[in-house]
């Protein structure tokens, strides 16, 4: 879940008076949301994924005034059908980065806190729903230190005065030396090619994207008006993250004007704002969540969530805000109804209770083989499925195969496959307790795993060992055949050979002629691998229940 | 008792009082030992001590020779008897030391350099005898006398006086007597197969032990913590008629992640996150149908491109909301094909889960998760409340919830615990109802609640011995024996 920081005062600014630090923390926890902390200068909010518009402190106070009935703010448009910049789209960008929008805001009065917030919230909006800059980046300009005609192709490696610096310089240096240059070169790689898709004007590039914008269009306290572009891999992202922008720029007060996207093959004016709607049977959204809402209560409901709503018939047409990406269908408004009414007042119901439950036919054989193992003195443990193939193969002396599931991108050597057999678990385990008083007896009934023609395989398995300087292979097989006969299996043993075991003191377990498993004395070569001092016996086999 | 103590208080009560020399004869103990013995008794009440104030007379090297060899002037006098001896002839110190204690007593005269006794009569000669055999008595440890009888000798460094405190005797208290099971019975000791037949127990008592006598427990073998509160689980859901599934670790990525609607670009999906698997590395999707209903779905959800191959990729399931999805996918495919159910369905699923963590003492890669599904008609969100704070409440376990979001349910919430006596809450699972875009139940009038839940986080709540999750892993030996039934 992303953890987002506003600076305090600024966040309480707007969500104007009567909010203090306990308030909020009520209600981000209604809305669904944490208050993960808070000190004199910042709050850190942990939001859910999917509201992303609550990454921008203007965006995040207008929900919650919303939500405590202090403002109904529901939606938003353009009425002034002139765009402010004009954008040509070459087709030379189709192969790396097609999709560009933007927006132009007038009369912007930024202060330190209002551009601090803009830009941590398009850092933030990034990173998350961006996807690390490669989905959407988003560039904030100066409008008034540039033309308004841009043209976005992929260019030769020219020279432009990057943010920050004060000398020109090329693309290619850029991704040499520039922090964010080496952060996000991959995003304009492919293959072996590198790409410079930039945004120009007549006097040069005032960003080269996705990574950086250029000195002369720097936001500064001064500036006023404002050009946003947006570019990346989705237009329909691009897209309704400008509608997104949008609402915070008329929140701060901007006038908000639309800019020309001139693609090869069609030309656009953005931020779109599409009024869209989503009908709301009021009687269905009641029974999914459980309450009576009433159509007296509902509208007001949708208006505390920040929908215009309103009554048609006995259907209820709620107006999606422009700024909620998230919302695709009838159930998420249904959950917005069920938010605003308020987890807390929804009354756990009872449900019919009438057919009778019941366990897998394997946990009830788990539960058999544990009750026997336990009443011969064995502890249950439980350990990871998850090794590597020293513990698995080499420590026991078994020859490492090709039969493990195996894993692409493990973290650490500790971790590479999955086990495929109980034994080593156990090995392990009894090597860290050498130090505890004898005998130790341990088994674990769990799963082991496989690739068997090419598939996945899963068996249950029983595993046990017992340390005891008194060991020795008679006392392995009475516990052998005290299982078995415990649960019922018919077996017979016959003599085996198993690296981990020592010669001559190792036989299998046939069931109907068929091997099942093993058991003997254990290797000394495979005690001291693992670190266990005494000797022991050991057994093995499957417990699929068929 | 200690085996020490116990020997002396059986040989006491035999032998009524005793004295220590004879008390350590009997039990064979040093007297280092049989002190510290007593001294126990002592304190428990068992034995009675006699102590006494007395002095103690040792014998100096030269007073000890005396008491073997004679005092010199008695050896001297009988040399003497009646004959004449020149003190020239003197030949050792021992001769000339008697001749001069036999003078200061005036028992000899010397004239002309010889000696000769006096006659001073048989009681002289009888009160040598007398005073030689003192310190015989003293050596032979027999001395009943006082001091005033060995002045002589203690003026001569022959003896010095020690006043001691010791122990006289020793006797047996009621207590004792009870602590042994009684006075006069003969006991009955160790129960063997004789006395049972024979029943000669009946004549005797049985001896007792002291309850209160530390000795090493018992360590019972017990099923491990985790999979006694799955076991707990599995019959908390079948009590309220949930019935078992279950289904596979290692997963495509269709089921474990498209299926549940999480988009093909979210982070969830990244390596950093999921184990993807590279033996085998990719099962291609056999539900064609069921695939492309998703593919769809997520095309017009999330304005993405939607890749099979990418569906294809195994990884190890982040959650056991796969099976619940599969169970979804094979009900609603029956359905189609005519199947009856009796509504609602409720099912459950307990199994591992699995994030690509780097694995140390804080952190690991494999956990259990449990899950639940309901599907029937008109279900609502206070179902599912009310059936997980049933489950919840059957662990002694309060519930609340909040609303949240996962990819898959819309409604969705969050239930945590609160932590008994602090402010702070744990978080225990996501719950919701499942999208129609992935159950595709609407036109059967279906719908369906599910959930999912850590459950090392439920023992982390309830036994509150358990300070972090790796150690319910290693199975330490002396971890799983202190263990306790909670």
Known sequence: ?546 | MHKYELLILKSVRGAGKQELSRLMESVGLGKDETLWALENLKKQGFVEIEYVDSKYFALSDEGRRYAENGLPEERLAKKLGEHKIMVSELKSDDERIGMQWLKARGLIEIKNGAIKLVDAGDDAGSKLIKEGALLKEILSGNYTGNEDSLSDFIKRKLVAVRNIHYIKSVAITEAGENALGGKHAEMTDAIDRNIISSESWKNKEFKTYDVNVPIEKSVPAMRHPLKRIIEHIKDAYTSMGFQEISGPAVESSFWNFDSLFVPQDHPARDMQDTFYISNPEKIAVKEIEYMNRIKKAHRNAWHTAWKEDIASQMVLRAHTTSVSARYVYDIMNAISKGAYYDFPIRLFSVGRVFRNEAIDYKHLADLYQMDGLIIGKNLTMSNLFDTLKRIYDSMGIKINFKPSYFPFVEPGAEFYAQLPGSDSAIELGGAGMLREEITGMKRNRLSALAWGAGIERILLVKDTSIKSLPELYNNNMGWLRKRRLI
């Open chain 1, 1 to 546: 879940m992303p953890v987002i920081t506003f600076k305090k005062k600024y966040l309480y600014s707007l969500l104007g008076s009567g909010i203090d630090d306990k308030k909020l923390n009520e209600q981000v926890i209604k809305m669904g949301f944490e208050v993960e902390s808070l000190n004199e200068d910042e709050v850190l909010l942990e939001i859910t994924p999917n509201r992303l518009d609550l990454i921008d402190a203007v965006g995040f106070a207008r929900s919650m005034k919303n939500f405590m009935h202090k403002s109904k703010k529901f939606s938003y448009s353009i009425d002034n059908p002139e765009t402010a910049v004009e954008i040509t789209v070459d087709s030379s960008v189709k192969k790396i980065r097609p999709y560009i929008s933007g927006l132009a805001a007038f009369g912007v009065k930024l202060t330190e806190d209002s551009m601090l917030n803009l830009i941590n919230f398009s850092e933030k909006f990034c990173e998350t729903y961006g996807r690390g800059r490669k989905k959407i980046a988003i560039g904030m300009h100066n409008l008034d230190k540039m033309k308004t005609q841009l043209v976005y192709k992929c260019d030769r490696d020219m020279d432009f005065v990057p943010l920050g610096e004060t000398a020109p310089m090329k693309y290619s240096k850029v991704l040499e030396s520039n922090d964010k240059g080496k952060k996000y070169s991959n995003l304009i790689t492919n293959g072996k090619s590198c790409y410079y898709p930039s945004l120009s004007d007549s006097e040069g590039a005032i960003a080269f994207i996705p990574i950086l914008n250029s000195e002369r269009t720097k936001l500064t306290e001064d500036t006023r008006n404002m050009f946003v572009d947006i570019t990346g891999t989705s237009e329909y992202a691009v897209n309704k993250v400008a509608d997104l922008l949008a609402a915070t720029f008329f929140d701060m007060g901007a006038d908000v004007r639309r800019v020309k996207i001139k693609y090869p093959n069609k030309t656009i004016d953005l931020p779109e704002l599409e009024k869209r709607y989503i009908n709301i049977n009021l009687a269905k959204a009641e029974t999914q969540i459980g309450v009576d809402i009433g159509f007296n209560n509902v509208i007001s409901l949708a208006n505390k969530m920040g929908y215009e709503a309103a009554l048609i018939g006995n259907i209820i047409r709620f107006r999606v805000p422009e700024y909620r990406l998230d919302v695709i269908g009838e159930q998420d408004v249904i959950e917005d109804i069920a938010i605003g009414y308020g987890y807390d007042y929804i009354n756990p119901l009872s449900m019919f209770y009438s057919q009778q439950g019941g366990v897998e036919g394997q946990t009830i054989l788990n539960r058999r083989a544990a009750e026997a193992m336990i009443g011969m003195g064995f502890s249950e443990t439980a350990s990871s499925y998850l090794t590597n193939e020293e513990y698995n193969f080499d420590k026991a002396r078994l020859r490492r195969d090709r039969s493990a599931i195996t894993m692409k991108n493990p973290k650490t050597e500790t971790v590479t496959i999955m086990r495929t057999w109980i034994l080593p678990s156990l090995f392990k385990s009894l090597g860290m307790s050498a130090h505890e008083s004898m005998p130790q007896r341990i088994f674990e009934v769990d799963m082991a795993f496989s690739v068997k023609e090419g598939m996945p395989a899963e068996s249950y398995r029983i595993g046990a060992v017992s340390i005891d300087p008194k060991s020795n292979f008679n006392e392995a097989k009475s516990y052998v055949e005290g299982f078995l006969d415990a649960i019922g299996i018919e077996h017979s043993i016959s003599s085996y050979e198993h690296k981990s075991f020592i010669d001559g003191r190792c036989a299998e377990i046939r069931v109907n002629g068929k091997h099942i498993g093993f058991f003997g004395e254990i290797h000394p070569e495979v005690l001291k691998n693992f670190g266990i001092e005494e000797p022991g016996i050991a057994f093995e086999m499957d417990l699929s229940f068929k």
